[in-house]
């Protein structure tokens, strides 16, 4: 059988692209129900020179960056690609529209799961570029899901779990 080949841009943060490789593997394995193994090719860019651009909020070398290394996913015959990584997301909208190769946001999917559980409010951790650039906020709008980041939640901790006389 033909599968599609996935380009994963991995290397963002070593452990998460060891967990997408290893999830990746497995749920194909059973939603397939074969002994075959998923085609992918892994693109391990250098996170030092990604982050850079985050940290310094040079967001258009941020997405010549990350263009760059998915077009060679692309000539390596990848016929998708994902970020393995909530970070550059950040620049996730102007980077599908400068690349020719489909791309899967990790964001949009964790919206399609929470709304399948028919969550109305989520609580977001993760870096602080993640939390503040607000990418998780704007696609929660979308799916009518409010995103509390850790400065949100200490406001209303104090009330949580106080019983009322």
């Given at each position: 059988?033909?599968?599609?080949?996935?380009?994963l841009?991995?290397?963002?943060?070593?452990?998460?692209?060891?967990?997408?490789?290893?999830?990746?593997?497995?749920?194909?394995?059973?939603?397939?129900?074969?002994?075959?193994?998923?085609?992918?090719?892994?693109?391990?860019?250098?996170?030092?020179?990604?982050?850079?651009?985050?940290?310094?909020?040079?967001?258009?070398?941020?997405?010549?960056?990350?263009?760059?290394?998915?077009?060679?996913?692309?000539?390596?015959?990848?016929?998708?690609?994902?970020?393995?990584?909530?970070?550059?997301?950040?620049?996730?909208?102007?980077?599908r529209?400068?690349?020719?190769?489909?791309?899967?946001?990790?964001?949009?999917?964790?919206?399609?799961?929470?709304?399948?559980?028919?969550?109305?409010?989520?609580?977001?951790?993760?870096?602080?570029?993640t939390?503040?650039?607000?990418?998780?906020?704007?696609?929660?709008?979308?799916?009518?899901?409010?995103?509390?980041?850790?400065?949100?939640?200490?406001?209303?901790?104090?009330?949580?779990?106080?019983?009322?006389?």
């Open positions: 059988m033909k599968y599609k080949i996935l380009g841009i991995g290397g963002i943060g070593p452990e998460s692209t060891i967990d997408y490789y290893k999830m990746i593997v497995s749920r194909f394995r059973e939603r397939i129900e074969t002994d075959d193994y998923p085609k992918f090719l892994i693109n391990n860019i250098n996170i030092t020179e990604m982050l850079s651009y985050v940290k310094t909020n040079q967001l258009d070398k941020l997405v010549d960056f990350l263009a760059f290394e998915i077009k060679k996913v692309q000539a390596g015959g990848a016929d998708f690609a994902v970020l393995a990584s909530n970070t550059p997301h950040i620049v996730f909208d102007e980077l529209n400068r690349v020719d190769l489909p791309m899967i946001s990790i964001v949009d999917e964790t919206f399609k799961v929470i709304s399948k559980d028919k969550l109305r409010k989520v609580a977001l951790f993760g870096t602080m570029f939390m503040q650039a607000g990418f998780y906020q704007k696609v929660g709008v979308e799916y009518s899901i409010d995103v509390l980041t850790p400065d949100k939640i200490s406001k209303i901790a104090p009330t949580v779990g106080r019983k009322t006389q």
